[in-house]
């Protein structure tokens, strides 16, 4: 290979003549500061949700009721009692039954409860014997065994109104003392006597 050297008047290529590119500007000054923007932006988050967690109760609470009313007006203003004893937005009732042994049984050694699940919600709820807990007279809790009873509570879709029964069935034999149904399995807990 051979250099060639350039005619005057043309530009000069790239050579050991050069100075090098000046060093690149560090951005240590950008990454500190947007990390404290992020620690503070966390802070005022904190702040914002423990806020609304609170309720916004700054303590000074305003009566309702006019201090100077009678006490036949105070009475118009209270809630009817019936108004004010609303329905559970899920009700559970259940009641002891004999184990119907089913193919899939192994053995007797069951114990069933009828359980009603009533939905007095305005949503959909959903309905499966795997969110059914029995709690025995001891206190010991019993998960449903699925399939081994005749009449098993179906998996089903509630609308508001509506209500499942069916039975659910614990390995063991024991006195059932309540059945609790949890709405999906981390929702609120509803707990039902059994009679």
Not at 31 to 52: K, N, P, S, Y
Not at 60 to 83: I, M, R, V
Not at 143 to 156: H, Q, S
């Amino acid at each position: 290979m051979t250099y060639q050297q350039p005619q005057p008047g043309q530009p000069q290529q790239p050579g050991w003549g050069q100075q090098p590119p000046p060093p690149r500007k560090r951005k240590t000054g950008k990454i500190i500061g947007f990390g404290c923007l992020g620690i503070v932006g966390l802070i005022v988050l904190i702040v914002v949700i423990a806020m609304v967690a609170s309720g916004g109760d700054d303590g000074n609470e305003s009566s309702t009721t006019n201090p100077s009313a009678t006490q036949g007006e105070a009475k118009k203003d209270e809630p009817k009692e019936e108004e004010s004893s609303e329905k559970a937005p899920v009700t559970v009732t259940a009641k002891a039954v004999a184990f119907k042994k089913s193919v899939l049984a192994q053995g007797d050694d069951y114990t069933s409860v009828q359980v009603t699940i009533t939905n007095n919600s305005e949503n959909d709820i959903e309905v499966n014997p795997l969110y059914v807990t029995i709690t025995d007279t001891d206190g010991s809790k019993h998960t449903v065994e699925l399939g081994v009873d005749e009449d098993p509570l179906d998996a089903v879709t509630l609308s508001p109104g509506e209500n499942a029964t069916g039975t659910v069935t614990a390995k063991g034999t024991f006195d059932a003392k309540y059945v609790t149904y949890t709405d999906g399995l981390i929702g609120d807990s509803v707990r039902g006597d059994v009679s």
